[in-house]
């Protein structure tokens, strides 16, 4: 469990719009209260698990069965994936350490605009399998929009070679009225199917079976329209070559321990990151950076 503590002052300088609580299996985490929002981010992998603009339903999706735990991941909200991505077969775990470990709390502020900005740090990250001595931090800020930005150092005499992603999982009203827009004509590996290479061909991505695929060479913004909850959802990103879109359906669902059985109705993973043959080569002394801005407006 994290030891960071905030000190008086910082605590007092925010009083009313971060407040620090045990949370769910007694983790630490922060609850941000803004003019527009609210959030909720643990240190157990600097996750945020909740963000809700006032008089909309909340915009990401979280299990009612994840593990909340120390040493397993949260299944839901936004999951910080350094420094590989899936399954590697000479690493141990899936997608990674960041979203596993503690993260210590560096600072946070509120500007004059009554946004919140929260950084978090990730300690002893040298020891992993395949990660290099490097300073990675994360800073995320509340307002109207979720915005969250993802900084890698290499602090090693040579080359770094990594991917990252921030693993966003999305609250939607019915799998299927929803249609992911802004990929058309972008090629994607299909983990489905033996992570064959294609092509979208058609301009929306709609989900009626199991969906795992990682789009290539692709900076763009991304929609989710949801007819349902009459939603659409803008995921912006800046330093993100791949984006992976993601549904279990029914099968991997149900052999899911922390997921429901029919919680794939109600979600969606498009995620933004640099993986397979986008991962970064770092040089030393460089920093990577992954930016991410999350908004949403009525659909029309």
């Known amino acids: 469990m994290s030891d960071a503590k905030p000190d008086t002052?910082?605590?007092s300088a925010l009083h009313g719009r971060v407040t620090f609580l045990d949370g769910r299996g007694d983790l630490p985490m922060i609850e941000i209260t803004t003019p527009q929002s609210t959030a909720e981010v643990y240190f157990h992998g600097a996750q945020v698990t909740h963000f809700q603009k006032r008089g909309e339903p909340p915009l990401l999706f979280l299990s009612q069965c994840s593990n909340f735990a120390d040493g397993l991941p949260i299944r839901g909200g936004v999951p910080i994936i350094f420094p590989w991505f899936g399954q590697a077969a000479d690493k141990p775990g899936q997608h990674g350490i960041a979203r596993v470990r503690d993260w210590e709390l560096r600072e946070f502020a509120s500007p004059a605009d009554g946004s919140v900005t929260v950084r978090f740090r990730l300690r002893d990250c040298a020891d992993a399998p395949g990660c290099a001595p490097c300073n990675v931090e994360y800073a995320v800020t509340v307002s109207d929009t979720l915005r969250a930005e993802l900084l890698v150092t290499n602090k090693a005499a040579d080359d770094f070679e990594f991917e990252?992603?921030?693993h966003t999982y999305f609250v939607v009203g019915d799998i299927n009225a929803v249609s992911v827009l802004g990929l058309q004509g972008v090629d994607y590996l299909d983990q489905t199917n033996g992570f064959t290479r294609r092509t979208q061909s058609e301009e929306a991505i709609r989900v009626a079976a199991e969906l795992d695929r990682i789009y290539l060479d692709t900076p763009h913004t991304v929609e989710i329209r949801d007819e349902a909850l009459r939603r659409v959802i803008r995921v912006e990103k800046e330093g993100a070559a791949s984006t992976v879109v993601w549904n279990p359906w029914i099968a991997k669902a149900k052999a899911m321990r922390d997921f429901g059985d029919d919680e794939y109705t109600r979600m969606l993973c498009v995620e933004s990151g640099n993986v397979a043959s986008n991962r970064i080569t770092l040089a030393p002394g460089k920093t990577a950076?992954?930016?991410?801005?999350?908004?949403?407006?009525?659909?029309?």
Do not use: D, E, P
């Open 9 to 11: 002052s910082m605590t």
């Open 164 to 166: 990252n992603c921030l």
């Open 289 to 300: 950076r992954l930016k991410v801005r999350i908004s949403s407006t009525a659909l029309t």
